[in-house]
Nanobody
């Protein structure tokens, strides 16, 4: 599976952006999907997770501002970001885990086997 992110850019504080992650092959509903970000000089951190049944979870820092969703027909994962802050500035990555279950927490880097190349979001 190849994942390609798009939609990043420069936005003013308080603004919005919508990121997309297109899969080269079908990512069926059995794939767990997530968005991560990595700011310059910091570790990659989990932002949002979508379970196979469509339930979602978020990092506390983005809860209420970011929304993860998936268009299964188009094989595209989305991250809608609202009320952006300068601390949201980072490279954003989507990730996929094809395993049916895992004991690794959903927002842990170690859980995911497939990664995109990232799209830069700058809030300034």
């Amino acid at each position: 599976v190849q994942l390609v992110e798009s939609g990043g850019g420069l936005v003013l504080p308080g603004g919005s952006l919508s990121l997309s992650c297109a899969a080269s092959t079908s990512t069926p509903n059995t794939y767990h999907m997530a968005w991560f970000r990595q700011a310059h000089g910091l570790e990659r951190e989990g932002v949002a997770f979508r379970d196979t049944d469509g339930t979602t979870s978020y990092a506390d820092s983005v809860k209420g501002r970011f929304t993860i969703s998936k268009d299964n027909a188009k094989n595209i994962l989305y991250l809608q970001m609202e009320d952006l802050k300068p601390e949201d500035t980072a490279m954003y990555y989507c990730a996929a885990d094809p395993r049916p279950s895992s004991n690794v927490p959903p927002l842990s880097v170690e859980r995911y086997q497939y990664w995109g190349q990232g799209t830069q979001v700058t809030v300034s």
